[in-house]
């Protein structure tokens, strides 16, 4: 099983519409979990945190379920600027002081008008 | 504030040639890591350095080494480079909090083998 595992995409969804996206991770040492996203040809960038109560962020939802390893991003009244690839992202410490970043595959979404 | 720093942004080598991408970060962090990423397969890690002086394999590290030259900077060579190593490469930063180990990253580098 891979260690971080992502919905396969790709997403085609109208603008206004709510999209969630949902990924699984195996290492249930895994600490700490993220969302980033990724513009065509660029690096990814942090979209936001996941934490244990869920949180939001305008019109961003994290979700999280320790017990089922299970994480998910919600996105209301979708734009066209939010276009791109979701990363899941899985951190674990590894020791020495040093963390690993475990990502998923992504998934694209794409926005039409 | 340049953030994390990869040079060259595009390379194209012929297979058996070597060269070395260069990543330098002005954060601060101790922990970097450099990633491929392929069509299809997502980010996988081949090298990461927890702090100056130590390095640790990652994913994928078959045809890398890796240098911790300073706090700053970290290097990725390829000794004799493949057509299976085509791909885009990122260097990443993090620090060291527990819950705030968000990853910084370099723009990229793009690099074929021919």
């Known amino acids: 099983r891979k260690e971080v595992e992502q919905d396969p995409g790709p997403f085609n969804v109208p603008e206004g519409a709510t999209v969630a996206f949902n990924c699984t991770y195996s290492?249930?040492?895994?600490?700490?979990f993220f969302w980033y996203r990724q513009d065509c040809r660029k690096e990814p960038k942090l979209l936001m945190s996941?934490?244990?109560s869920g949180n939001e962020d305008g019109r961003f939802t994290a979700q999280l379920n320790r017990a089922s390893q299970y994480i998910s991003l919600l996105i209301r009244d979708s734009k066209l600027s939010d276009s791109a690839t979701y990363l899941c992202?899985?951190?674990?410490?590894?020791?020495?002081?040093?963390?690993?970043?475990?990502f998923g595959k992504g998934t694209k979404l794409s926005v039409i008008p | 504030n340049a953030g994390v720093t990869q040079t060259p942004k595009f390379q194209v080598l012929k297979t058996g040639q070597s060269m070395t991408l260069q990543c330098a970060q002005d954060?601060?962090?101790?922990?970097m890591y450099w990633y491929r990423q392929d069509p299809g397969m997502g980010l996988r890690l081949i090298y990461y350095?927890?702090?100056?002086?130590?390095?640790d394999k990652g994913e994928v590290p078959n045809g890398y080494n890796v240098s911790r030259l300073n706090k700053r900077e970290f290097s990725l060579r390829l000794e004799s480079a493949a057509p299976s190593q085509t791909s885009v490469y990122f260097c990443a930063t993090n620090g060291q909090r527990l819950l705030n180990t968000e990853a910084f990253f370099g723009q990229g580098t793009r690099l074929t083998v021919v």
């Open positions: 954060m601060n962090h101790n922990s």
């Open positions: 350095s927890a702090s100056e002086g130590t390095t």
């Open positions: 290492n249930s040492a895994s600490q700490s």
């Open positions: 996941v934490y244990s």
């Open positions: 992202v899985v951190n674990k410490y590894s020791g020495a002081g040093s963390y690993q970043l475990t």
